[in-house]
């Protein structure tokens, strides 16, 4: 059976950094595109950022320029680099992976920003 298990969630001031990790328990070479949600008290859930096989990334617009996504497959491991960090990018973030027609969720991290 396929797993996501995120980490890395907690809480930081306004302007700091988090990194957040997904690791799955097979290769990610095994998803066609990995991602990262969130879904901020009260809201729905929104698309934050995406790697598909061959490394490339998109990015939700309110998150370019500060957010990365990267990717260590010997960890089988996808990462979030969240920097110059805003009380709006407070939510649970999810690590979503596709495999043919079958989606995947982890059970996700939380992410505070105080300002």
């Known amino acids: 059976q396929v797993q996501l298990v995120e980490s890395g969630g907690g809480s930081v001031q306004f302007g700091g950094s988090l990194r957040l990790s997904c690791t799955a328990s097979?290769?990610?070479?095994?998803?066609?595109?990995v991602g990262w949600f969130r879904q901020a008290p009260g809201k729905e859930r929104e698309f934050v950022a995406r790697?598909?096989?061959?490394?490339?990334?998109d990015y939700e617009n309110s998150v370019k320029g500060r957010f990365t996504m990267s990717r260590e497959d010997a960890k089988n491991t996808v990462y979030l680099q969240m920097n110059s960090m805003k009380p709006e990018d407070t939510a649970v973030y999810y690590c979503?992976?596709?495999?043919?027609?079958?989606?995947?969720w982890g059970q996700g991290t939380k992410v505070t920003v105080t300002s």
């Open positions: 979503n992976a596709f495999m043919g027609t079958l989606g995947y």
């Open positions: 097979i290769s990610i070479f095994s998803f066609k595109v």
């Open positions: 790697m598909d096989t061959g490394g490339s990334t």
